[in-house]
C-alpha cells in the first residue's frame, strides 16, 4: 500500500491512513509512503539556497515543515509514552543542518547531497507513520528504504538493481510479514552500493511500491492518492473527469508516461513482469472503489479511455537531403541521443528528416550541435504532448478523423499514430494544450 504526500498531509490524513491499513491488516500489508506533503518541494529549495551560499535561510525554511511532523506526533503519540520519532526528528535536524552547510560550502559533490538532503521527507514521513501506527496499537516496523532498494550512482534519477533489491526486500520484509508485523517504509529514497543516499526521481514513491510488491509477488499493489483512480484526464483541466474502473497496463503505462502524474511513468512495469493487479484509490473517499489495472482491460464503447498531457515540451527537427536513399540516417541520428542519455518522446519521420519530442530541455544545446553534422536543425520550444489512449484505438476506422475535426482550430505541430496498438499522440502549442484536451473530453466523455 502506498500513501502519497496529500494523503499523510497533516493529523487528518494520518488517522484516514491508520483506517484505511486497519481495515486491511489480515492482508499483510507493506507500507511505502511519500514525504509529507510540500516537504520534499521544500527540501529542495533549502539546498538551492545554501547552494546559493545562504545557509541560514536554507535551515530557516524547514522550520515550519519540523513542527508540521511535530503537530502529528504530538496528536497521536502519548506524552507519557517513549517517543522515538522526536530523538529521529533532533538528529535529522542536526544532519540536514550539516548537509545543508556542506552544499554552501560545496564540499561534496553537489548531485549527492541533493539526494541525501531530500531523502529526509521521506525518512522522517516513514518514521513518523510508523510511531503512529505502534501508539495506535498496529504492530509497525520502520525499515529503511536505503538499504532495501538497491540503485546505480544516477543522483536524481537512479535505476534499481532489481536482482539485488529482490533479495534484499524478501530477505528483510518476509520475515516481518511471518510474524505478523507492518513493514513501514519511504518511497522515493534507495541507496547505491557503496550505501550512498539515491533518489529514484520526483513522484518515485509509486515506483518504490511497485518494486517492493513486485520482489515479493504481493497479491495487489495499491496506490493510495488524492483522486479516485485514474480519470477520464486530469481533473485539474476537467473538472467533470470520471474515474475509469479498468485500465490495462499497456494503457495505464502509455497514460504515465504521457503526464498522467497520478502514476508514476515506471510504475507499471515491475506490476507487469508479476503480474500484480494494481488499484488506484482515494484515500479521501476510501469507500470507492478507484481504478483497477489489469493485463488486459477490454475496449470502451467509443474506444477512448483517457487524456494526457504533458506540457515543457521541446520539438527538434532534424533535416538532410543528402542523406536521400542512403542508409544509416536515423542510426545516425539516435546515437546523438544515446550519447547525451536523452529520452524522445514522440517520434515522425520521412525518408530525409525527423521530428521528435523532448521533455528534457537540459541537454538540448549540445545535442543540437551534434545533431547539425547530420543536417539542418530547427528547435521549437514551448510545446505539450497530448496523448488519447483506448484498447483498439489503432484498429478503429474514423477515429483519428473524429479526433482531429474536434479540435479542427488548432494547429497539429507532429502526431505520431500506429506505433502502440492503444495510443495516439499529437504535439500543440503549450497554451493551446487545456483547451484541446477540453474539448476532446466534452466530445468523448
Ligand atoms: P500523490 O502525492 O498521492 O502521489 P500526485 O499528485 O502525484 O499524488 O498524483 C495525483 C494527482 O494526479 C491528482 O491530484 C491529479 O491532479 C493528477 N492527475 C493527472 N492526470 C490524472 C488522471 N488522468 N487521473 C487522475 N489524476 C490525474
Ligand atoms: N516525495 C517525492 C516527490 O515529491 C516522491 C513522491 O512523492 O512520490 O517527488
Ligand atoms: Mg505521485
New binding site residues.
Given amino acids: 500500500m502506498k500513501f ?4 499523510v498531509g497533516d493529523v487528518a490524513a494520518f488517522e484516514r491512513v491508520f483506517h484505511i491499513v486497519s481495515s486491511q491488516i489480515e492482508k499483510h500489508p507493506v507500507l511505502v509512503v ?1 514525504a509529507m506533503t510540500k516537504v520534499t518541494d521544500a527540501l529542495l529549495t533549502a539546498f538551492d539556497t545554501a547552494k546559493k551560499g545562504d545557509f541560514d535561510a536554507a535551515v530557516a525554511l524547514l522550520e515550519p515543515h519540523f513542527e508540521r511532523h511535530v503537530e502529528v506526533a504530538k496528536h497521536f503519540i502519548p506524552a507519557d509514552s517513549p517517543n522515538l520519532f522526536d530523538a529521529e526528528l533532533e538528529f535529522a535536524r542536526d544532519e540536514l543542518s550539516d548537509l545543508l552547510m556542506r552544499a554552501s560550502r560545496r564540499s561534496l559533490p553537489l548531485a549527492m547531497l541533493k539526494d541525501a538532503i531530500v531523502s529526509y521527507g521521506e525518512q522522517l514521513s516513514s518514521r513518523l507513520l510508523s510511531e503512529v501506527l505502534k501508539a495506535k496499537g498496529v504492530k509497525s516496523r520502520h525499515v529503511d528504504s536505503r538499504r532495501l532498494i538497491v540503485t546505480d550512482d544516477e543522483y536524481g534519477a537512479a535505476q534499481p538493481i532489481v536482482d539485488e533489491t529482490n533479495e534484499i526486500v524478501r530477505l528483510e520484509l518476509q520475515p516481518l510479514l511471518n510474524a505478523e508485523e507492518v513493514p513501514i517504509m519511504g518511497g522515493f529514497i534507495a541507496g547505491n552500493r557503496a550505501g550512498e543516499t539515491t533518489t529514484l526521481g520526483r ?1 518515485g ?2 515506483y518504490s511500491a511497485a518494486l517492493v510488491a513486485a520482489a515479493l509477488e504481493a497479491n495487489e499493489l495499491q496506490i493510495w ?3 479516485t483512480g ?2 477520464t ?4 483541466i476537467c473538472s467533470d ?1 470520471r474515474t475509469i474502473p479498468v485500465l490495462s497496463y499497456e494503457e495505464a503505462a502509455e ?1 504515465a508516461y504521457f503526464g ?3 502514476l508514476h511513468p515506471k510504475t507499471i512495469k515491475p506490476a507487469i513482469d508479476s503480474s500484480i493487479p494494481v488499484r488506484v484509490c482515494n484515500t479521501f473517499r476510501p469507500n470507492e472503489i478507484g481504478t483497477m489495472v489489469l493485463a488486459h482491460s477490454g475496449e470502451a464503447p467509443n474506444k477512448i479511455k ?1 487524456i ?1 498531457s504533458k506540457k515543457n515540451i521541446t520539438i527538434l527537427r532534424i533535416t538532410s537531403a543528402r542523406m536521400l536513399g542512403a542508409y544509416g540516417f536515423m542510426s545516425a541520428v539516435f546515437q546523438v541521443f544515446d550519447r547525451h542519455r536523452t529520452v524522445i518522446d514522440v517520434i515522425s519521420t520521412s525518408e530525409v528528416s525527423v521530428a521528435l519530442t523532448l521533455d528534457d530541455p537540459g541537454s538540448v544545446e549540445k545535442i543540437v550541435t551534434d545533431l547539425s553534422r547530420l543536417g539542418d536543425v530547427e528547435v521549437e520550444k514551448g510545446y505539450a504532448v497530448i496523448c488519447v489512449v483506448g484498447e483498439g484505438l489503432r484498429a478503429s476506422t474514423g477515429l483519428a478523423a473524429k479526433i482531429f475535426s474536434t479540435i479542427d482550430d488548432v494547429n497539429v505541430a507532429l502526431v505520431s499514430h500506429g506505433a502502440s496498438a492503444v495510443n495516439l499522440t499529437f504535439v500543440v502549442k503549450e497554451t493551446d494544450a487545456p483547451n484541446v484536451i477540453r474539448k476532446l473530453h466534452k466530445e468523448f466523455f
Fill in positions: 502519497g504526500g496529500t494523503s511519500s513522484g514513491s509509486d492518492t488524492d483522486v485514474v480519470m484526464c486530469d481533473p485539474r473527469a497514460l498522467a502524474k497520478v483517457s494526457a
